[in-house]
């Protein structure tokens, strides 16, 4: 019974997020352009690349890139999480850490901490690595496709914050 409430409360979660998150695009992402790239143009970047593996992580999940938030995704390849609504809600805890103070990070935040308290934990230690990284928030993602992703993840995942990519 309970695992069942478990799973009814996730996919609240899951429902929230899926339904607030176009809403949110269309008021703040309006002006934003998209990128050049799509899955397909990904494929073709080297391997070992931050595009390609942005490409990998897509098919694996069976995603494409949403446009105008592409960094989203972007995001999970460097910090890792996966797209289930709890780590979904790790990431999102992760980027508060780092400084991403955005109306849809906090209520997912917010509402991850009410609907999937089991996971508090996990929330409070993906936010202390994120205030331990870099802040990426503000990464020119689109211009680092082509680099080789091993010293962009040394870098996120590094305990002492140093800024290599800001503003790259």
């Given at each position: 019974?309970?695992?069942?409430?478990?799973?009814?409360?996730?996919?609240i979660l899951q429902c929230l997020v899926n339904n607030t998150a176009?809403?949110?695009?269309?008021?703040?992402?309006?002006?934003?352009?998209?990128?050049?790239?799509?899955?397909?143009?990904?494929?073709?970047?080297?391997?070992?690349?931050?595009?390609?593996?942005?490409?990998?992580?897509?098919?694996?999940?069976?995603?494409?890139?949403?446009?105008?938030?592409?960094?989203?995704?972007?995001?999970?390849?460097?910090?890792?999480?996966?797209?289930?609504?709890?780590?979904?809600?790790?990431?999102?805890?992760?980027?508060?850490?780092?400084?991403?103070?955005?109306?849809?990070?906090?209520?997912?935040?917010?509402?991850?901490?009410?609907?999937?308290?089991?996971?508090?934990?996990?929330?409070?230690?993906?936010?202390?690595?994120?205030?331990?990284?870099?802040?990426?928030?503000?990464?020119?993602?689109?211009?680092?496709?082509?680099?080789?992703?091993?010293?962009?993840?040394?870098?996120?995942?590094?305990?002492?914050?140093?800024?290599?990519?800001?503003?790259?």
């Amino acid at each position: 019974m309970e695992n069942s409430f478990i799973n009814f409360r996730t996919k609240i979660l899951q429902c929230l997020v899926n339904n607030t998150a176009p809403i949110y695009m269309k008021l703040t992402k309006g002006n934003k352009k998209p990128w050049k790239y799509n899955k397909d143009n990904l494929r073709q970047f080297p391997t070992g690349s931050l595009g390609k593996e942005l490409s990998l992580f897509l098919d694996k999940n069976k995603i494409d890139l949403i446009p105008k938030a592409e960094r989203h995704d972007v995001f999970h390849v460097l910090t890792g999480y996966d797209i289930n609504p709890e780590e979904e809600t790790m990431m999102q805890f992760w980027l508060l850490g780092n400084r991403k103070w955005t109306p849809y990070t906090i209520g997912t935040c917010i509402i991850g901490f009410i609907l999937i308290p089991e996971h508090w934990k996990s929330f409070l230690n993906s936010f202390k690595k994120g205030m331990k990284a870099p802040a990426i928030y503000d990464w020119d993602f689109e211009s680092m496709l082509y680099l080789n992703i091993n010293p962009i993840l040394s870098q996120v995942h590094a305990t002492s914050p140093f800024l290599m990519y800001k503003n790259y």
